[in-house]
């Protein structure tokens, strides 16, 4: 079963940066490297927002409006890992970040989540 657990959230002061890390495991049949990544991120009483994404190779990434200029997405497929480096972070920046893996191969998809990590941004 594949698992995505993110790690490096926590309190920072506005201006401030973070790392966000999501490790993936339990690849059996496809590798990482065959899975499209995203970012998520969901705060109270608000719908989830998709962050970032990268391809599998890495050759494309998009970004939030909200977020451009101020995040970067990257992959390391050797480590089964992304990251997402957040910099100039803003109190509206705080939610639980989700890490996302996607694979579509004609009409069936893959799809997972992981359980979040909390991003607040406070002074």
């Known amino acids: 079963q594949v698992q995505l657990v993110e790690s490096g959230g926590g309190l920072v002061q506005p201006g401030g940066s973070l790392r966000l890390t999501c490790a993936a495991s339990g690849f059996t049949f496809v590798g990482f490297g065959s899975y499209a990544m995203s970012w998520y991120r969901q705060a109270p009483g608000k719908e989830r927002e998709l962050v970032a994404g990268?391809?599998?190779?890495?050759?494309?990434?998009n970004y939030a409006d909200s977020v451009k200029g101020r995040f970067t997405i990257s992959r390391d497929n050797a480590k089964n890992t992304v990251y997402l480096q957040m910099n100039n972070l803003k109190p509206e920046d705080s939610a639980v970040y989700y890490c996302?893996?996607?694979?579509?191969?004609?009409?069936?998809?893959?799809?997972?989540w992981g359980q979040g990590t909390q991003v607040t941004v406070s002074s």
């Open positions: 996302n893996a996607i694979r579509i191969v004609g009409g069936t998809k893959w799809d997972y």
């Open positions: 990268i391809s599998s190779i890495g050759t494309w990434t």
